[in-house]
Every structure is written in structure tokens, then in C-alpha cells.
């Protein structure tokens, strides 16, 4: 982000809070590059749902990859998963880790750890961006980003499909 000086100059970051910034995001100075130009964003276009849309049957396979028609397409930054694809974000739910119109990425392949933001899908159809707070054989513990929500604990046999949020632009 840029500044103003007191005297109305514009005052850049340093390549220092730069460099911490690439650090701290994971993200290589290639990456950081694509985000400055004007044309196209990313490396990769990747497959874009509306969030209420997800709960909805015939866009997702059993695996919870992407299927069916009525995806849009948004180009992000290069993610190694082939079958990534974008959730943009529809109402308050989510606050403050989350605003309606931010887009997520979401990674089927991408392996899953206690403290990850993640997209699960239930046998019934539910679609829900929560934390994993713990993950055995028998159940799923999820921590809700809104504190207003309650955190959710789910039976192995209710979950269709889960993966990982790679990215998400805010």
C-alpha cells in the first residue's frame, strides 16, 4: 500500500517491508510482480462459484472438485493444484476473516492441517468456510471465523468432502 506524506507526496514501501511482506504471505516476488501490471492477473485462471451457489447440487463432483456448468473464471496467482477453483464470498458470515466480495481459493489437493481454513461440504448439502481444529477418524472439529457463529462438530460420515483455502484476496 502507498501513503501520503504530510505534504501530499506519495510515499512507497521500502524494499525491506516488501521483502517481509513476501515472507510472511509465502508468496515469491514473481507473484508479487503479476499483481502489479495492469493485464491479467496471475498465472492461472481457475474456476469461480458464487459462495450460495456452492451449496447447491451438480457444481462439485463426490471428491469436491469442480463440475458442471455456471462456473466463471478469475485469473490469481499460480497455484499448484490444477484442480483449484475460487469461492467469492456473499454476505457476513465470515466477518472479520471474511467480507462479502472477497474470493478464496480453494485447494482439493492441497494436504490439511489442525489450524488451516477450510471449505467442507456435508452429506446434506451444507457448504461452510470454517478453521480445523482437530480431525480423526470418527469426527471433524471446526472453529468458526465469526464469533458470532457457533463452532461446529461434525461425524465423519457427514462429510461429503473437505479442502484447504490457499489464498484469498481482501
Known amino acids: 500500500s502507498k501513503r501520503v506524506t504530510g505534504d501530499g507526496r506519495e510515499r512507497w514501501p521500502s524494499t525491506e517491508s516488501l521483502s517481509k511482506a513476501l515472507a510472511a504471505s509465502n508468496a515469491s516476488m514473481e507473484t508479487f510482480v503479476q499483481l502489479l501490471g495492469d493485464g491479467p492477473r496471475g498465472g492461472q485462471s481457475v474456476p469461480l462459484l458464487g459462495f450460495a451457489q456452492a451449496g447447491a447440487g451438480g457444481y462439485f463432483d463426490d471428491s469436491g472438485f ?62 461452510m468456510v ?7 477418524g470418527k469426527v471433524l472439529e471446526l472453529a468458526s471465523l465469526n464469533p458470532e457463529h457457533p463452532d461446529r462438530m461434525l461425524d465423519a460420515e457427514e ?12
Open 66 to 127: 469442480p463440475a458442471g456448468k455456471g462456473w466463471d473464471e478469475v485469473a490469481l496467482p499460480a497455484t499448484s493444484d490444477e484442480h483449484a477453483y475460487a469461492l467469492e464470498i456473499d454476505g457476513d458470515s465470515m466477518k472479520p476473516a471474511y467480507r462479502e466480495g472477497d474470493i478464496i481459493v480453494v485447494s482439493p489437493a492441497t494436504a490439511i492441517r489442525r489450524g488451516d481454513r477450510v471449505v467442507v461440504r456435508t452429506t446434506g448439502g451444507e457448504v
Open 130 to 136: 470454517k478453521e480445523l481444529k482437530r480431525r480423526t
Open 159 to 170: 462429510v461429503a468432502w473437505i479442502a484447504r483455502v490457499v489464498w484469498a484476496s481482501q
